[in-house]
């Protein structure tokens, strides 16, 4: 062992905080800045233990100098040879500290300023052994220095934990050594070193610190900054994914960590491992699996078969799919399957399955995964019944593309594949046609494309096989050096329906060779493009510049005229950026559009944000058409204009056109709520319709209102006031909305919601719309609509709180299920109840549904209050009616007490009260009538045409 002769210990010198132990290995240019960033710690009493581990450059050297220039503060080591890791100069640097604290610092990395402080200040106070910092990745060879912080939701606020037992996420997320101080004494105590001779040294080193420590404190200052250099000559460790020999450690590591949970009683904590490796660790290395020969992805299997065959089932279900899948198809090495569904792992909405139907639900593969293991386990892992693939249409696909064929001659590349057919979703007799695109991949050039015809499609059962042949010497033309890189789809047109595909390249050196190109910038700038594979796997062309092209090209982009381009460039993208963003759009809403003068009988439209052409907007716009009105209709949208009136002007939200519409409208006609931060004009009317009674306590009574700032509260207000006029159903509006959003008696407008005379005609009707002929749904069936109300944001996918299937055995013979879920919500019906339950979800308008359906199965949506015109059964599943009102934002009534019809809280006790509708109209009469009294009562039929004639109409024509 090697030390600074010039440095001895001194035993009698005052004991340092902290200790910083900084390894390096052949980072000589990067060692002084992390030393520095230890020596300029607002914490003074701090010291710098370098241990070199036996570098080759002048590393050493550096530490000796730095040592000798701060020889109160840094001492140097060296070890006799090199570890090949981290562990083995970790270890010295704590065998050497004197601090009463142990920090790790790597030579490529910087602590933040104030690290020590207060991750010292913490422990001290806290008395935990260990303390974690938020660290933040750094990409210092990116443009503007991206920062990523490291799983920040783990340090969202200082807590400590008596146990790691309390917080699994820490353990199994932040498996970093360098964020963290520890208290030296508790290393030595527990023996606590680093694995020596195995890479992934910080996840065994942090389990066992978790484990061992008997109090954990996180505080949210950031403390580390990992450096990463993204192109970097020499891949870090944890990079060198292509060595069979690093995931082998890994693995082993794996192990270690496992037998240290169960030797401590952990279980627990094992469960979330899995989890956390079954949806990274696991998949870091399977996205690989396509460019690896034959050789690693047999050994690759063999290392992983006996750790996923340790893993508890229920993991599984904690993961999305396709990671169980991927996971499911190793363990049994079947290839055939396996290399395709990592394909959906990479491209997360490509489907690279034909699927499978069985017994009414959806299933990624068969090949004996379904019935051959005996307990069940293969069939719920394959089943993918939620993911909804069976529900969408080929143009709403992405399908996978597998190329097959690649040969070159002459110019020209003959190109082959198969397309993925899921479900049959192109039928045998479809017409088929196609064409090939290539595009360049740089944005500002995507105009610039070309095509070339695909000769051959035919259908192949589970696949479409096609063949094509471009010339690209002649009909290839780029630029040359600005657009290198051109990637390839495929436009796939069925029966006049476009879906488009990506070309995988899933086998290694299929796709080789050169072919020559004419670039616009002459044949001085490159000559010939050469086929390579994307990180996702897809077939692209790389343009290959001249050598002295390349090295004028880089003195170019380096020397001072490079620099004022990129310069100028990166100002004109800003300035871009600048004037499409929010606030400038406002400005110009503020200071332009509003300058202009208002539009006589312009009316602007909207309904639930854009996202629908429904509601009392729509009522009221086709009552206006109704009566030939001249105006000028403008509707806003989200998302697609489809289903929205062609006689109108369709802009799109936040656009710029439906700024200058809202501006100059002399109307302004919504349900919900035009942008905040809008001011409507003095000359402008807002016909606010809102979009239902309340229940549930709404604007000013909801307690998180309650403690808002005044400033907050005010702003609030202000959008409220633009409101000149609120329609109100019901007196019960005017001691709840109107109040809580605390409007004036003159904006009240008490002619009940024009969506609602719809339904106060069906009630006197006796004939069955055409929707139900329309949803196919049977003359011998009546028609239940289960409409819920929305229950949180975010959600990919609304999970159904009863069994969909079940119902539909029990009552299919009687009913048809209309499911309607909240626009902010998705449902996904599983094959087996087709034609018995049917998802609605997404008809714009929901007042057509409710007049079709004979009973209403809701909880708390205020569809029930409309529902209630109609006189019909309707039943309501609260079956977290306690959560919803003690736990939320708390209710106006007790719907217990006034509901119309029967509240249940189980399926069994659902099941029971719909066995049949006439006992409950009998039943509930008189509560029905009650309820229409105190929540409709000014809803009789002439809403839309009452808001018309008070407004509207001085409009009519001559």
């Known amino acids: 062992m090697n030390v600074d002769p010039s440095r001895p210990p001194d035993a009698t010198a005052a004991v340092p905080d902290v200790t910083v132990v900084v390894i390096v290995y052949n980072d000589e240019s990067r060692l002084p800045t992390a030393v520095q960033s230890v020596l300029a710690q607002t914490l003074r009493g701090v010291e710098v233990v370098i241990v070199d581990d036996r570098s080759t450059d002048g590393s050493y050297e550096v530490a000796r100098r730095l040592a000798a220039e701060h020889p109160e503060r840094v001492r140097a080591y060296r070890l006799p040879e090199n570890s090949g890791g981290c562990g083995a100069p970790r270890n010295h640097g704590i065998e050497q500290a004197r601090g009463t604290y142990v920090v790790f610092l790597d030579s490529d990395d910087v602590l933040e300023r104030n690290a020590c402080r207060n991750l010292l200040e913490a422990a001290e106070t806290t008395g935990a052994d260990l303390v974690s910092g938020l660290c933040v990745r750094v990409h210092v060879d990116s443009r503007s220095r991206k920062e990523v912080k490291w799983y920040p939701w783990l340090y969202e606020r200082t807590r400590t934990l008596e146990s790691i037992a309390e917080l699994p996420d820490l353990l199994v997320f932040d498996t970093l050594s360098t964020n963290k101080c520890y208290r030296r004494q508790f290393l030595l105590d527990r023996d606590l070193r680093f694995p020596v001779g195995i890479h992934y040294e910080d996840l065994l080193f942090s389990a066992q610190a978790y484990a061992a420590a008997r109090r954990i404190t996180l505080i949210p200052n950031r403390v580390y900054d990992w ?330 982009v380096q020397g001072p005229p490079g620099r004022l381009a990129k310069s100028g460039y990166r100002k004109a993208k800003a300035v871009r950026k600048k004037l499409t963003s929010g606030d400038t759009k406002i400005r110009l809403y503020h200071e332009v559009f509003s300058r202009l003068p208002v539009k006589k009988r312009l009316v602007v439209f909207e309904s639930h944000l854009g996202r629908q052409y429904s509601d009392s907007p729509r009522a009221i716009y086709e009552e206006m058409r109704r009566q030939g009105l001249e105006f000028e209709a403008v509707w806003s949208y989200s998302g697609s204009p489809v289903g929205f009136p062609s006689d109108a002007t369709l802009v799109r939200r936040w656009s710029l056109p439906y700024l200058q519409a809202l501006a100059r409208a002399e109307f302004w006609i919504d349900n919900q709520s035009y942008p905040l931060k809008l001011t409507k004009r003095p000359r402008t009317t807002y016909i606010q319709t809102w979009h239902g009674s309340a229940l549930k306590r709404m604007g000013f009574d909801e307690p998180e209102w309650k403690l808002k700032s005044r400033r907050r509260q005010e702003e609030q207000q202000r959008t409220l006031d633009r409101f000149d006029r609120f329609l109100i159903r019901s007196e019960h509006d005017v001691r709840t909305l109107a109040r809580a959003f605390r409007l004036k008696e003159k904006t009240l407008l008490r002619v009940g919601y024009p969506r609602n005379d719809a339904l106060v005609r069906a009630r006197q009707s006796t004939e069955r719309p055409p929707l139900a002929a329309e949803l196919g749904i049977p003359e011998d069936r009546r028609v239940l609509l289960y409409a819920p109300t929305f229950r949180g944001r975010g959600q990919r996918r609304f999970e159904l709180p009863f069994d969909v299937e079940r119902f539909a055995d029990t009552f299919g013979d009687r009913y048809v299920l209309l499911v309607r879920s909240h626009y902010l919500d998705h449902v996904v019906l599983p094959p087996s109840v087709r034609g018995r339950v049917i998802d609605v979800s997404t008809h714009h308008d929901v007042t057509p549904l409710l007049a079709l359906a004979d009973g209403l ?102």
């Open 227 to 556: 450096n990463v250099v993204e192109k970097a000559a020499t891949k870090s460790i944890s990079n060198r994914r292509d060595e069979i020999a690093n995931f082998a450690q890994r693995m082993e590591i794996h192990r270690r960590v496992d037998q240290l949970l169960a030797e401590q009683g952990l279980l627990e904590l094992k469960f979330h491992k899995d989890v956390k490796f079954l949806k990274h660790d696991l998949v870091l290395h399977l996205r690989d699996l396509p460019f690896r020969d034959a050789a690693y992805r047999h050994e690759f299997a063999a290392l992983t078969r006996d750790y996923l065959d340790s893993i508890d089932h229920a993991a599984f279900d904690e993961v999305e799919p396709i990671h169980a899948i991927c996971a499911h198809l190793l363990r049994g090495s079947d290839w055939d399957h396996l290399l395709p569904a990592v394909d959906t792992l990479t491209n997360r909405d490509k489907i690279s399955s034909p699927l499978l139907e069985r017994d009414g639900r959806i299933y990624w593969c068969d090949a004996g995964h379904l019935d051959g293991d005996g307990d069940g386990f293969g069939r719920q892992v394959m089943d993918v019944t939620e993911l909804g693939y069976h529900t969408k249409p080929v143009e709403k696909m992405f399908l996978r593309n597998a190329l097959t064929g690649y040969a070159e001659a002459a110019g020209t590349v003959r190109l082959a594949g198969r397309i993925t057919n899921p479900l049959g979703v192109v039928p045998p007799g479809a017409l088929l046609s196609g064409e090939l695109e290539f595009y360049a991949r740089r944005k500002s050039l995507r105009l610039q494309t070309f095509r070339f015809p695909v000769a051959t499609l035919r259908h192949e059962g589970e696949t479409i096989a096609w063949e094509a042949s471009a010339d690209l010497a002649r009909g290839l033309r780029p630029l040359g050096i600005v657009d290198a890189v051109w990637d390839v789809r495929l436009h796939l047109d069925v029966d006049g329906t476009r879906t488009t595909t990506r070309l995988t390249a899933s086998e290694p050196g299929l796709a080789t060779g050169q072919l020559p190109v004419r670039p616009r910038l002459t044949r001085l700038a490159a000559h010939h493009i050469e086929p390579e594979i994307s990180a996702r796997g897809h077939l692209c062309f790389r343009l290959v510049s001249h050598e002295q092209v390349d090295a004028f090209v880089a003195r170019g």
């Open 857 to 958: 199965i809701t909880d708390y949506s205020s569809v029930m209050f409309d529902y209630a015109l109609l006189d019909r059964p309707m039943f309501f599943f609260a079956y977290d009616y306690e959560e919803y009102v003690y736990e939320g934002r708390g209710t106006y009534f007790d719907l217990l007490e006034r509901a119309p019809g029967p509240v249940v809280r189980t399926e069994d006790e659902l099941h029971a009260v719909l066995g049949s509708l006439e006992k409950q109209v009998v039943k509930y009469a008189a509560a029905r009538e009650r309820f229409v009294a105190d929540f409709g009562e000014y809803d009789k039929g002439d809403a839309a045409r009452s808001v018309v004639e008070q407004f509207f109409s001085q409009w009519r024509r001559a």
